[in-house]
C-alpha cells in the first residue's frame, strides 16, 4: 500500500497539473533525493500502523484509532514530503486545507481499518466486503490528495533547460507504471500459491493425513492465516489386506499409533533411519507407490521381516509425517500432541445433503447408515499456554473462535459442519486435561456387547472413552470389614444388592448401616445414569479392582483407586443409554490404560518399538547384523553368543524373544522411560534377559510366528493386563458360571 498505492497515486495525480500553456521547462519536475525519500516513508509508518492494529485476533477501539491516525499521518506524510522535492517550485499551502486533508485521510483510513480487521477477526471472505475496504482507504489516499492540492499554490523558483539531477513528468509515469506492473505480477503470484494452497487441501481430503489441532487457553483453534489446520500427508489411502481389514479405531495399527503418540520420545531417534527405509522402498520418493505400489510389493515379499509388511511401512509414514508435522509448526516431535481417539472420515461433501435425508429406523433399533468418504484424517490435539501460543503468532500462524473457522475447515476437509464442529469441541475438552477417575472408591458398570465386524464393544462415556460409566462412593478406601461386607453380594444382580442392602440399613452396627447406605445410594445414581438400559440384571463383581487415578500429592505418576464393578454382556441390539454414553472398542479401551502420563507402561512399549524396528537401524553401509553381534562376543559387553537371541543373529524374531527384562530405573518421571539408545544397530540397555524356547514343540509360539508384526503386537498387548483385562475375565466366567445349569 505504502510503496505502490499512495506513491504512486501522488505522482499521477500531480501528472494531471499543467502549468501556463505546457511549456517543459515550466513543467513540474522532482528532487531525486526528496522522491526516493518519499517512497519509503508511508512504508515504515504503515507497517507500525498495521502491526499495532493487527498485532491480536481481537478488535480494539484503541489499536484500531491508533492505527488509523498513523495510517493518516503516512498518507499526508508522504504527499508534503514529495512535494517537498518538486526542483523548480516552492510550494505555498493555506493552513485550512492542510488541516482538511489530515482530517479526510485519517477519517477514511480509521473507518477502512475498522471495516478490515472487523471482518478478518470474523473471518469472512467475501470479496465485496473487502473490496468495500480497499474503495475507502483508495479514497483515503486521493481525497486527501487533491484537498491538499486545492490549498497549494506553486511559485516559480527558477527557468532552466532539464536538470539531469531532477525526474520529469513522463519519468515519473514510467517508474509508476513498472511499479505496479510488478505489484500485479507478485500478487498474481500470490493468488496462485493460495490457489495451489486450496487444491492441496482438496486433494488431502481424499488421502490419509495427520492434522495437528491447537488450543490456546480461551479455547480458540491455532490456523494458518487461510484457516485451514496444520496438515501433512500419510499416505494416498491405507492399503487393506482383506474386506475385514478396515483402518479404524480398534485396528492394531491405529492402536500401536495411538500409543506412540502417548510417547513420541520413544520413536524420535528412529525418525531417519525410517525416512531412509522409506526411501530406499520408494514411499517418499513417489507419491503414488504407497498405495498403487503397496500392494504389489507386499505380494512380492514372503518373509515376514521384509520391507513388504505394510502394516510397518504404514507406522513409518506415520511417524515421519508426524516429524515433518512438528517441524511445520516450528515444534519438537515431543510437543506435537496426543491422538484423537476418533477417526473422521473426509472428502464426502456431494453426500451430505443426502445424509441428512437419511434417519434411523422405524423401531430406532439401528442408527442412521454412514456415508464414508474417500479420505481419513487423524487429529493430533494440545493444548498452549500464552507464551507458546505467543510463538505460535510469531511463527505466522493464527488463532480463532470455533465459529469463525469450522466453514472453511468443513469446506476444505470436505466434511460435514456439524459433525466437524461437535468433534473440534471435543477436542478442546480433550486438550485440556488428561480425563481419569478421582482418587477413591468407584462403583461402576462394564458391559459389553459382540460387534458386528468382530470382536466387542464397552459402554464408555462420550466425553471420556478411557473411562467406564462410575459413581464415586464417598470414602476414600475400602477397610477389611468392609470387603468382608460385600462378599455376600459377589454374582447378585443389581435388583438383588439393592433388596440386601436395604436389608442391611437396618443393621445395629452403625458402620455396616452407613456403608450399605452409601453403596445403596450408589448404585440408585448409576442406574438413573443408565436409563433404558438392562443395568438392573448386571452382576455384581465384589471384590475390588484396582484402578488408575488422577495423581495427588503431587506426584507425577498416576495414583491408584479401587473399584467396585458390576458386569453385564447385552446383546448387539442393545442402544446406547443416551448422549452422554456410547460403545467404543473393547481393544481401544484397553489400550487408554497404558497411556497415563508417567507409567512404566511407556518404557516398556518403546523397547518393543526398538527391537521390532531393529532392522530399520541396520545402515546399507553397515555389516549384517550377525557379524556386528559377532564383534561383541568379548566378555563383559554382551556376555557369550550363545545367550544373545535368535533375532540377533540373524534369524527372525518371536513374541518370546522381544519380552527382554526391565532395565531398574526410576519410573517416577516421564523422559525416564525414554528408550536405550542404540549403538550400531544393537539394543543396548543395563540387563537383558533372554527366554529361548523350542519353537517345534510349543504350538502357541508357533501360531504367533506366523501372525504379522502387528498382530505379535496385539498379542503381547493381551499380556499386560489392565483393569479392562479382569473385568473382561470376570465377565466371560460369570456368562460361563450363569449357563451351566442350562446345559
Partial sequence: MGACAIWSMHFIGNRAIVISEGEPELQIAYNSGFTVLSFFLPILVLVAAFRTTGCSETVSKIRVGLGGVLAGLAICGMHYLGQAGIDRYSCVYQIPYVVGSVIVAIVASVTALTIFFVLRAAWTNSWWKRGLSALLLAGAVSGMHWVASKGTQYRLVRIDAVNKQTISRDQTIIIVLILSMSTCVVLLGLAIVAQRRRTRSANKAQQVVLACVTFDPDGRLMVSPEGLLPSQKITNSYVEGSFDDIFNTSHPVFLWIFRVSRNWLGVADLIPSMRRHLHSLEFLDNPRSSTQDATSTLSNEDDEQSPGDYSMIF?????????????????????????????????????????????????????????????????????????????????????????????????????????????????????????????????????????????????????????????????????????????????????????????????????????????????????????????????????????????????????????????IIVSIQTQTPGAAYEFSPLKFLRTQQHVYKNTPDHHLFAKGIYQEFDHVLQSPHQPPMS?????????????????????????????????????????????????????????????????????????????????????????????????IDRLFAICKEGRQTRSQPDA
Avoid at 509425517?321 to 464426502?348: C, F, K, M, R, W
Avoid at 568379548?634 to 527372525?652: C, I, N, T
Avoid at 534377559?689 to 501372525?707: G, N
Fill in 315 to 567: 507406522r513409518e509414514l506415520f511417524c515421519v509425517a508426524a516429524s515433518e508435522l512438528a517441524e511445520q509448526i516450528s515444534e519438537p516431535l515431543e510437543n506435537l500432541g496426543v491422538l484423537y481417539d476418533e477417526i473422521l472420515s473426509t472428502g464426502h461433501t456431494r453426500y451430505l445433503s443426502r445424509t441428512r435425508s437419511l434417519v434411523a429406523d422405524i423401531e430406532q433399533c439401528t442408527p442412521a447408515p454412514t456415508i464414508f468418504g474417500r479420505g481419513q484424517l487423524l487429529f493430533s490435539v494440545r493444548g498452549t499456554n500464552k507464551a507458546e501460543a505467543a510463538k505460535m503468532q510469531a511463527c505466522g500462524f493464527r488463532f480463532a473462535g470455533l465459529e469463525n473457522v469450522v466453514d472453511i475447515l468443513a469446506r476444505s476437509l470436505q466434511v460435514g459442519r456439524a459433525d466437524l464442529s461437535t468433534h473440534l469441541l471435543n477436542m478442546r475438552d480433550y486438550a485440556r486435561e488428561e480425563r481419569m477417575m478421582e482418587p477413591g472408591v468407584h462403583l461402576g458398570c462394564f458391559a459389553i456387547r459382540a460387534n458386528v465386524g468382530g470382536g466387542f464393544e464397552a459402554l464408555v462415556q462420550s466425553k471420556a472413552k478411557n473411562r467406564l460409566p462410575t459413581v464415586q462412593l464417598p470414602v476414600f478406601n475400602l477397610q477389611q470389614w468392609q470387603i468382608s461386607a460385600l462378599a455376600p453380594l459377589n454374582g447378585c444382580t443389581a435388583a438383588e444388592c439393592i433388596k440386601l442392602l436395604e436389608t442391611l440399613m437396618s443393621s445395629n452396627d452403625l458402620h455396616l448401616r452407613t456403608f450399605s447406605s452409601q453403596l445403596h445410594s450408589a448404585i440408585l445414581v448409576l442406574a438413573d445414569e443408565l436409563p433404558n438400559f438392562p443395568f438392573m440384571d448386571a452382576l455384581l463383581a465384589a471384590t475390588p479392582i484396582p484402578v488408575p487415578c488422577r495423581p495427588d500429592g503431587g506426584s507425577v505418576a498416576p495414583s491408584q483407586g479401587l473399584l467396585i464393578a458390576f458386569h
Fill in 627 to 723: 557379524q556386528r553381534v559377532s564383534n561383541l562376543d568379548a566378555p563383559g559387553l554382551m556376555g557369550s553368543r550363545s545367550s544373545l537371541p535368535k533375532r540377533w543373529s540373524g534369524g527372525p524374531p518371536t513374541a518370546l524373544e522381544r519380552r527382554a527384562s526391565i532395565p531398574s530405573r526410576d519410573c517416577g518421571s516421564e523422559k525416564n522411560h525414554r528408550h536405550s539408545r542404540e549403538l550400531g544397530g544393537i539394543l543396548v540397555s543395563q540387563e537383558i534377559s533372554v527366554e529361548i524356547r523350542d519353537l517345534s514343540r510349543d504350538k502357541s509360539d508357533h501360531s504367533l510366528r506366523s501372525m504379522s508384526t502387528v498382530d505379535i503386537e496385539a498379542a503381547e498387548l493381551e499380556n499386560s493386563t489392565s483393569y
